[in-house]
Nanobody
Framework: QVQLVESGGGLVQAGGSLRLSCAAS????????MGWFRQAPGKDREFVAA??????YVGDSVKGRFTVSRDNAKNTVYLQMNSLKPEDTAVYYC??????????????????WGQGTQVTVSS
């Protein structure tokens, strides 16, 4: 079992930055594939970024603005969000998967989820 707790969400003006954190517990963190998703009201959950043993990946809608990283010593994964836009407004979720290999862009690819943190970008 893995527990995930996100933090760092909030209200920011367009063009600003936020860094989300996701603290994991319950399993060897370094062995987990980690992902970030977001969900806006009335929309499907959208892949944002992931970090695995193979490298880092970001979705097309955030490429060049968002980066994902991890600190295995702190059991934490980060999502650095720059040049934020109003359309980035959503609840952001951290996800983890025990299997280090495989697809990483679908919500069904992950075993564990955090409770989510709200990000609101004002215009």
């Amino acid at each position: 079992q893995v527990q995930l707790v996100e933090s760092g969400g909030g209200l920011v003006q367009a063009g600003g930055s936020l860094r989300l954190s996701c603290a994991a517990s319950g399993r060897t963190f370094s062995s987990l594939a980690m992902g970030w998703f977001r969900q806006a009201p009335g929309k499907d959950r959208e892949f944002v970024a992931a970090i695995t043993r193979s490298g880092t990946y970001v979705g097309d809608s955030v490429k060049g603005r968002f980066t994902v990283s991890r600190d295995n010593a702190k059991n934490t994964v980060y999502l650095q969000m720059n040049s934020l836009k109003p359309e980035d407004t959503a609840v952001y979720y951290c996800a983890a998967r025990s299997q280090p290999w495989g697809p990483i862009t679908g919500p069904g690819d992950y075993d564990y989820w955090g409770q989510g943190t709200q990000v609101t970008v004002s215009s």
